[in-house]
């Protein structure tokens, strides 16, 4: 990712509190035993290849 | 060896449909001269001679011509000049005003026109329009009479439909990234069916009537690689963007199945994406694919739904629908954190995220590449994260603001399922 410019926000106490508690919350969603079911479902729903799937041929 | 200004030497190319998109990209790269090796020996079509055309009735040569395309002006006279007095300067010259090559091969298409091989061209420019573009390249070298050449590109060819239908030649071009990455071998097109097939198809193996996912998959695995594949949900087109940008940030290729559909049967197609274009929020405004009946760094228009394409297929070839169905990335095996879980984690997290006025995005990459990138910006506990003994693999989500980092929440990305191993705040002093 290029860089295109840097606000002068992100030095203010404000912004670095904020995103301290950002930092929090991603750690619990990551400790969440609901987001380890979510990653299964996705997991398995968007890995899945039919029988018919299997058999496309791809020819063009 | 023979020079050319540029409209003299594209003929060489011929018109099939390729070679008109070639032409018309080399044009855009502003090609002045085109330098022709005749009797070049190229390693993947004489590999495809030697197993498929030396024992056809009217075998053709086995001898290619490489086609060698440079942005500045020079003779042949100047040019025999420069290697026989070693002028530095001129080839320096040359070596920098080098566009790239293409190997005509000394067989037809269905319409007798010469078919493409190995092509090696400059990218589009980095900067457009205040968007940025990120390609999939690596060091692609060529050596011209002596003059060693490079330009940072990734392979390019079009369909043989003899030896290889289009998913053949979309492994051929992932095998180049991956053999670079990996440290795998790469295999000419018939040697890529030949391997494929040893899972059996309905039709014939040769001449090849195209290969289906499995044996696209048993390729994969032919080369010690594992395979994600990656269904593309309705109303969840936007994993598409977030697939590429994940995994080309890594240098792995991904390849897209597409459905054509608007003339008689809907067909299956299968393309290498090569790059995409994005804006300073990370939004990914338009793909570049490897598309062996088109050319390299083919655009590909993104309308509401990001899974329907617009390209030369819907514009020039008559097709009235193009949509991406699944996306396959091969994989190293110790990238164990599958995208279907790291997304979940992603999707959650990237909500929390926007919610706080940054951008959010996920991409995978590997320690190495990883603590260069840290080692520029300061940041809480640097030199302790620096000498930590971290997994080969990291998947990473950020939070940005215009591409500035604010914050990255790094997963390992070897482990079965969504381990956080450390969260980074940068500092902005």
Known sequence: MREVEVKEEVKSKEFKEKIEKLAKELSEIAKDPKMSEEAEKLHKKISYLSPEDLLKRFTI | ?429
């Open chain 2, 1 to 429: 060896m023979k020079v050319f200004s540029r409209n003299q030497g594209l003929a060489y190319l011929g018109s099939s449909n390729q070679a008109r998109y070639l032409s018309s990209y080399l044009k855009g790269l502003n090609t002045k001269t085109i330098l022709v090796e005749n009797n070049y020996v190229d390693k993947d079509f004489l590999i495809d001679y030697a197993k498929f055309y030396a024992r056809s009735f009217e075998a053709p040569q086995r001898f290619t011509k490489r086609v060698h395309f440079f942005s500045s002006d020079f003779t042949i006279d100047s040019f025999k000049t420069a290697i026989e007095k070693y002028d530095h300067s001129l080839i320096q010259s040359i070596r920098k005003s080098y566009l790239g090559f293409t190997i005509v091969k000394p067989i037809g298409n269905q319409h007798g026109e010469p078919l493409i091989g190995r092509t090696v061209v400059r990218t589009y420019p980095e900067k457009v329009e205040g968007d940025f573009r990120y390609f999939l390249t690596h060091s692609c070298l060529a050596s011209l009479h002596g003059i060693s050449l490079g330009i940072s590109s990734l392979p390019y060819q079009t369909q043989d439909m003899a030896v290889a239908a289009c998913a053949t030649t979309a492994l051929w071009i992932v095998s180049h990234p991956l053999s670079v990455l990996f440290t795998i071998p790469t295999y000419s097109p018939v040697e890529i069916t030949e391997k494929a097939v040893t899972y059996p198809g309905e039709e014939r193996n040769f001449p090849s009537s195209g290969l289906t996912i499995l044996q696209m998959i048993d390729f994969i695995n032919f080369l010690g690689l594992d395979t994600e594949n990656i269904n593309i949900l309705p109303k969840k087109e936007e994993m598409i963007s977030e697939v590429v940008k994940a995994y080309i940030k890594a240098q792995i290729p991904v390849i897209a199945c597409l459905k054509l559909e608007g003339k008689a049967e809907p067909g299956y197609h299968a393309v290498v994406v090569s790059g995409y274009r994005y804006d300073s929020s990370g939004t990914v405004k338009e793909l570049y694919v490897h598309d062996d009946q088109i050319g390299p760094y083919s655009r590909v228009k993104l309308g509401n739904n990001s899974a329907e394409w617009q390209n030369e297929w819907i514009t020039h070839y008559g097709f009235k629908k193009m949509a991406v169905e699944r996306l396959l990335v091969p994989v190293y095996p110790k990238i164990r954190l599958t995208f279907g879980r790291i997304h979940a984690a992603y999707l959650r997290e990237k909500d929390k995220i926007i919610s706080k006025g940054l951008n959010a995005e996920l991409f995978l990459t590997q320690i190495n590449q990883y603590k260069q990138y840290l080692l520029k910006y300061p940041f809480k506990n640097k030199v302790e994260i620096l000498i930590k003994s971290l997994p080969r693999f990291l998947w990473v989500i950020r939070g940005h603001l215009n591409g500035r980092p604010i914050l990255d929440h790094v997963y390992d990305g070897t482990a079965v399922f969504p381990k956080e191993l450390f969260t980074i705040i940068y500092e902005h002093p």
